[in-house]
């Protein structure tokens, strides 16, 4: 009995092991065209670092709107852009029974960039629009 009890405790605190996560993302989706606005995306040349530490209600969301929300956390305590360009992340946890992982904190880095000079599109603008649209979707995942 004393050795099946050692077994099942030894079993529980080799599974409650420490999650090291980083990931970099880049993707392009194939979307109609439905604006007949086009504007200019002016990037910063510095990049930013934020670490966002989630709070205990917040740990409870999926891994991807962590994300979200430290983007978004970065991206209001450092000028307020609208869009973090080249993000990268790193998902610092533990994980947890059933393979959910419970988030210590996220660090994210990227360049905030804001859209400025809305206007009606152009030849040259059309030309972008359609070449962009024909390229094919490139996912890569870096763990």
Not at 6 to 14: C, D, E, H, N
Not at 79 to 103: C, H, M, Q, T
């Amino acid at each position: 009995m004393k050795k099946i009890i050692f077994i099942v405790s030894a079993v529980l605190l080799l599974a409650s092991c420490s999650v090291n996560r980083a990931a970099v993302s880049t993707t392009y989706v194939k979307t109609p065209v439905v604006s007949a606005t086009v504007a200019t995306l002016e990037v910063a040349q510095k990049p930013i670092t934020h670490t966002y530490y989630p709070s205990k209600a917040e740990r409870k969301l999926d891994l991807d709107q962590l994300v979200a929300n430290a983007i978004y956390e970065a991206l209001q305590k450092n000028g307020k852009g609208d869009e973090l360009v080249k993000v990268s992340y790193y998902v610092n946890g533990k994980r947890k029974a059933f393979r959910r992982i419970k988030v210590k904190y996220i660090t994210v880095t990227g360049y905030p960039a804001t859209y400025k000079n809305f206007r009606e599109p152009n030849a040259d603008d059309r030309a972008n629009i359609e070449a962009v649209y024909n390229t094919n979707t490139s996912i890569k995942v870096v763990k």
